[in-house]
T-cell receptor, first 114, second 112 residues
Framework: AQSVTQPDIHITVSEGASLELRCNYSYGATPYLFWYVQSPGQGLQLLLKYFSGDTLVQGIKGFEAEFKRSQSSFNLRKPSVHWSDAAEYFC????????????FGQGTELSVKP | DADVTQTPRNRITKTGKRIMLECSQTKGHDRMYWYRQDPGLGLRLIYYSFDVKDINKGEISDGYSVSRQAQAKFSLSLESAIPNQTALYFCATWDRVKSEQFFGPGTRLTVL
């Protein structure tokens, strides 16, 4: 069965420090891959997505993610974290022929220290 | 701006009551979804609909039913609510051109 694992439940970083959130998936072929952010009390906003092509994708708010087929990973990165980045982050996959049926990871809550 | 809306935004109810959560969208998308979010579990798919006549069960459909009244409307019902259905519920649509999912703001449901 397809699955998504976000190993880190909670991460705390200092403002200005770099960030990497991990995501691993289990699927027989390359699925569609997504990262969403959920600010407190808010819905989900798409940060970036990967379908094919260049394995390094750029998203909104200065985020990027790198797809590594050999590791079945799609880690999210940001060079310098801002206090407003504090939120919960979700990695999700969708099999390419089942568009819209997203399978989500458990989420990683990001706290930012001043 | 085109949008996905959910009503109500918050609801407190008692065990055994019937509850309906409503979702409307102005994006013109034919595919709609219902998810529930629980702490530490992420979002899980309850039901999805590819068009008005095509409704499918998701990962956790037991205890839920849905109705697709029109392309723009997709309702989720809890026939007899129980406390472990306390969760945050999201409606979503799928843009087949962009291959992106758009979420509503969520409905926080508490079953006492």
């Amino acid at each position: 069965a397809q699955s998504v694992t976000q190993p880190d439940i909670h991460i705390t970083v200092s403002e200005g420090a770099s960030l990497e959130l991990r995501c691993n998936y289990s699927y027989g072929a390359t699925p569609y891959l997504f990262w969403y952010v959920q600010s407190p009390g808010q819905g989900l906003q798409l940060l970036l997505k990967y379908f094919s092509g260049d394995t390094l994708v750029q998203g909104i708010k200065g985020f990027e993610a790198e797809f590594k087929r050999s590791q079945s990973s799609f880690n999210l990165r940001k060079p310098s974290v801002h206090w407003s980045d504090a939120a919960e982050y979700f990695c999700a996959v969708s099999p390419y022929n089942q568009g819209g049926k997203l399978i989500f990871g458990q989420g990683t809550e990001l706290s930012v220290k001043p | 701006d085109a949008d996905v809306t959910q009503t109500p935004r918050n609801r407190i109810t008692k065990t055994g009551k019937r509850i309906m959560l409503e979702c409307s969208q102005t994006k013109g998308h034919d595919r709609m979804y219902w998810y529930r979010q629980d702490p530490g579990l992420g979002l899980r798919l309850i039901y999805y609909s590819f068009d008005v006549k095509d409704i499918n069960k998701g990962e956790i459909s037991d205890g839920y039913s849905v109705s697709r009244q029109a392309q723009a409307k997709f309702s989720l019902s809890l026939e007899s609510a129980i406390p472990n259905q306390t969760a945050l519920y999201f409606c979503a649509t799928w843009d087949r051109v962009k291959s992106e999912q758009f979420f509503g703001p969520g409905t926080r449901l508490t079953v006492l």
